[in-house]
Structure formats: structure tokens, C-alpha cells
């Protein structure tokens, strides 16, 4: 018999309307955005993939556990729902809620990190590293070198490469490098899985010497999938039992609910060892509120708590990521340059190799990211030199290797509908690519800059030559000819 096709494992039961945009519209909007998609207002775009953080469609079952919430300031029943989750998903026994991700890191690295220490990982996350960075510690990147090749198709680019991180421990001393930060999948490096045989080496290495491991565990679950997939021996094992297992090797892990566990708001440190985590818990009231809520409602401690049940469903996990690699191999066949493998949330264009008439001081990453919204009210967003921001000491730009442009998928909220006006969206723009202007920075924020910098095309007006009449926009949304 045939093989059938793979559909989402669920049905719609409440939408929300989107409205297509004029060309003349979204040309005012990103020049009143300063070429940032960030800063366009999120009624005036059409597609959206800025980000997967908190932009998931809930169940039905997380709506009736928001009823549920116990909004007790303190000791509220939901908190001890999310406890019970995850301590049976991701075994940490330990857990002190916090309003998302940041919250966590923020925790984790006040308490971990002293001045002058090292703190290794997989690559950078923004958020991540600023923590680290302002609690005083140097961060290294030790992943593999593949992970900074866009072509390389090694399965496992996540991987930390165990000889630059042994290097670092052997020039600055393990006292001086409190633990080294674990992430899975590798966001920046466009949502590379991590292997389970990697991690264990990772860990081995690290306790033998006192170092411990720290899990950024916001998609630990789609890096499980990844695992199962492509890991030999792990094809006959759960997701649920990977992320365990992955999740044993480590000592504690933040966690921003916002991506993995199907939440719009929402995070957690996790840990092991009771002594640390009652630093957290007082740590935790300083900052976010009392240890049982964290800076959240209970009802979204209860929707998380429902939502980690929810991710890690073997139906649901598949279709998940399913749907990136619809959109992903659709742009190969285009002959788009794209990150390869393809990763779990996102699938990241090669902006540097799509538009290389622009140097990497006028942001091609980010002028992509404007021209695409300017061609068809698509959002996505720069993941290169801008979102790197520059360097601590010297104050120079950083230019990593990879120069992205993310188009980001939301989980349960998009169609396979959606996904090809995408597919062709991005395929007009490659074909128009040559007229792609480059961006200077009219404003820089000292933080986390690319969230709300200001740009202006350089030589020009628009981000993007603009050929299409409104005619042609009309032509191109048709139903048929
Ligand atoms: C989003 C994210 C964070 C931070 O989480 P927030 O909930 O946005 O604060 C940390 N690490 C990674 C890999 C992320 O993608």
C-alpha cells in the first residue's frame, strides 16, 4: 500500500483574521520601522516568522488549565502541576519558575559566575552570553567548526568540540570556568541538533574535573526528535525517554517555555543539587517574585505545566518539525541558499551568499530581512553581525561567520497554505536579489542591539528596487489564471 501524507495532528478550533498589505503600505512601515522588523507593528504584517518564542497556538487543554490557574501569591496549586512536570520529563528535581528564559539565565549566572571566570558553550545565544557577561564572565565558543559552515551537512553541528574546549580548561583552569553552557538545538547556528553521544563525552569530560554542565534546554525537545532520527541506537526510544536521558547528563538547565512548551510567556531554572537551588529560590524574589510563581500568573504555570505533556507527543513533535522541513526543502529545490541540515524551528537563508554585492558592514542579513517584508509582508529576522552586537573590550563589531536570515516557524499556528505563499515569496525575492540595497545603523542601543536598532538603505531610498506594480501584487495572489 501507498504511503500516506503526514498531517498535523490536531484541528482549528478558533482563528485569528490576517490582512495582506500593499506594497506602498509595507514600504512606509519598514521605513518607519528603520529597516528593523522588529519594530513593525505585528497588525501590519502577514505572515509572521519573526520568532517561535511565545508565538505558539495553545490546545485546548492548556485554555481549560488558564482556567484553572490558583492565583495564591503563595504555594499555588499550579506551581506544584509544573514542579510534577518537570521533574518527571526533564528529571530535574529542583525548580524555580521564572517569567521566561532570561529570567533563568539571569539566576543562574549571578549565582555561578564570579569576575574574571570563563564560561564555554555551543555557540552564543543573545540573551545568554549578556548574563554571563555582565555577571563578570568571558564567554568561548567551542562548538565544532562545522557548525560555522552554512554548506556542511553534518548531522550533529550542535556538537562541542571537546579539544577547544579541553584547551580552554587546560589555559584558564577549571577553578576558573564554573560550568560550561550546553545548548540544544543550537539556535544560532540555525537549530543544529546536539548528539546524545556528545553530550555524555561533554559531561564526562566536565565532571571529572569539577566543571559542571548546564543545560539551555529551550528546545530540548525538538533536539530529541533530531536524536531519535539520526542517532544510531536511539531509533527505538521515545522522545520523552531521550530528553530524559539527555536531561541526566547535566547538572541543571534554563528554560524559556516560550519555544519547546507551547506557552505565550513563561520559563524555569532547573536543578539537582538542593543547596544551590535554595540560593535560586532566595535569588529568585529579588527579581522575579516569590519561589512559587516567578514572576508569572498561575494559570500560565498550569498551561506550561499541560504544554511540556503536549511537546513531547511523538505525533506532535513529528509534524512540528515536519512543517520546517516542507518550507526548508521547497527553498532547496529553489536553489535558495540555505543553512544545511535543515534545523528544528527555523529555516535560516544564507544572506551573505544570497546577496554578496553587499559587504558585511551594511548588514546583509538585515536588509534581506526588510526587503522580504517590503516583497510580500513576511517577517523574519537577522540572525549575523547585528544581532552579535560588538565585542566587550573592544567595542568593535563582531561578524560571525554566519550572516542569516531566520524565518522562524510558530508552533500549531501556520497551514501548509501558508508555508508556499512563503516558499514563493522568498523565491521572487531571490530571483530580485541584485536589488537588494545595503543598511547603516541611523541608531544603536547599547543592549541587545538588534532588537531595536534604526537603519537607512545606503545609496538609495528603499531597502529594495521597486519594480512590482500593484498590478503584479494583485496577479499574484490570485486563484488562478
Ligand atoms: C529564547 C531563548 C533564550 C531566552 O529565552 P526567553 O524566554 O526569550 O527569555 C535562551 N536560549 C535560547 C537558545 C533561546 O532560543
Redesign the pocket.
Known amino acids: 500500500m501507498r504511503q500516506r501524507s503526514w498531517a498535523e495532528p490536531w484541528k482549528i478550533k478558533v482563528v485569528e483574521p490576517i490582512r495582506m498589505t500593499t506594497r506602498a503600505e509595507r514600504e512606509r512601515h519598514i521605513r518607519d520601522a528603520g529597516f528593523n522588523t522588529f519594530l513593525i507593528k505585528s497588525e501590519d504584517v502577514y505572515i509572521d516568522l519573526l520568532t517561535d518564542?511565545?508565538t505558539s497556538a495553545m490546545s485546548d487543554r492548556q485554555w481549560a488549565g488558564m482556567m484553572m490557574g490558583d492565583e495564591a501569591y503563595a504555594g499555588s496549586r499550579n506551581y506544584y502541576n509544573l514542579e510534577k512536570a518537570v521533574r518527571q520529563y526533564y528529571g530535574y528535581e529542583e525548580l524555580i519558575p521564572t517569567h521566561?528564559?532570561?529570567?533563568a539565565?539571569h539566576l543562574l549566572s549571578k549565582l555561578m559566575i564570579k569576575p574574571g571566570d570563563h564560561v564555554p558553550g555551543n555557540m552564543y545565544?543573545t540573551?545568554?552570553r549578556l548574563h554571563q557577561e555582565l555577571a563578570g564572565a568571558t564567554f568561548h565558543d567551542v562548538i565544532i567548526d562545522e557548525a560555522h559552515d552554512p554548506a556542511s551537512t553534518h548531522p550533529f553541528k550542535g556538537d562541542i568540540d571537546l579539544k577547544k574546549l579541553d584547551a580552554l580548561v587546560q589555559e584558564v583552569g577549571a577553578d576558573r570556568v564554573p560550568y560550561v553552557c550546553l545548548?540544544v538545538t543550537?539556535?544560532?547556528a540555525g537549530g543544529q541538533p546536539v548528539s546524545m553521544a556528545n553530550i555524555k563525552a561533554v559531561s564526562e569530560y566536565c565532571h571529572a574535573r569539577g566543571i559542571k554542565v548546564m543545560l539551555?534546554a529551550?528546545?530540548a525537545v525538538e533536539n530529541a526528535w533530531f536524536v531519535q532520527q539520526r542517532e544510531q541506537g536511539m531509533r527505538d526510544r521515545t522522545v520523552a525517554e531521550i530528553l530524559k536521558m539527555m536531561c541526566d547528563y547535566t547538572d541543571g538547565a534554563?528554560m524559556?517555555?516560550?519555544?519547546d512548551s507551547l506557552v505565550n510567556i513563561g520559563?524555569w531554572l532547573g536543578l539537582r543539587d538542593p543547596k544551590l537551588a535554595a540560593l535560586a529560590q532566595n535569588l529568585v524574589v529579588v527579581y522575579e517574585g516569590l519561589h512559587t510563581y516567578g514572576g508569572l500568573a498561575g494559570r500560565d504555570l498550569e498551561a506550561m505545566a499541560i504544554g511540556i505533556g503536549e511537546s513531547v507527543e511523538e505525533e506532535y513533535i513529528r509534524s512540528r518539525i515536519g512543517q520546517v522541513y516542507y518550507l526548508g526543502e521547497a527553498l532547496m529545490e529553489a536553489g535558495v541558499p540555505i543553512v544545511q541540515p535543515i534545523g528544528g524551528h527555523a529555516v535560516f537563508l544564507d544572506a551573505a551568499a544570497m546577496l554578496p554585492h553587499i559587504p558585511r558592514d551594511q548588514f546583509p542579513a538585515q536588509a534581506l530581512a526588510a526587503a522580504l517584508y517590503v516583497e510580500s509582508g513576511v517577517r523574519a529576522m537577522e540572525r549575523g553581525a547585528v544581532s552579535a552586537g560588538r565585542d566587550a573590550k573592544t567595542g568593535e563589531n563582531r561578524y560571525p561567520k554566519l550572516e542569516l536570515v531566520r524565518l522562524t516557524i510558530p508552533r500549531r499556528v501556520y497551514t501548509q497554505a501558508h508555508m508556499d505563499v512563503v516558499i514563493e515569496s522568498v523565491v521572487a525575492l531571490f530571483e530580485d536579489r541584485d536589488k537588494v540595497h545595503g543598511l547603516t545603523f541611523t541608531y544603536e542601543p547599547e543592549y541587545l542591539r538588534f532588537f531595536q536598532a534604526k537603519f537607512e538603505p545606503v545609496g538609495s531610498k528603499r531597502v529594495l528596487d521597486s519594480a512590482a506594480e500593484a498590478a503584479d501584487e494583485d496577479r499574484r495572489f490570485a486563484l488562478s489564471e
Open positions: 518564542s511565545g521566561q528564559g532570561r529570567g539565565e545565544f540573551t545568554t545548548a543550537v539556535n544560532l539551555d529551550t528546545r534554563t524559556s517555555g516560550k519555544k520559563g
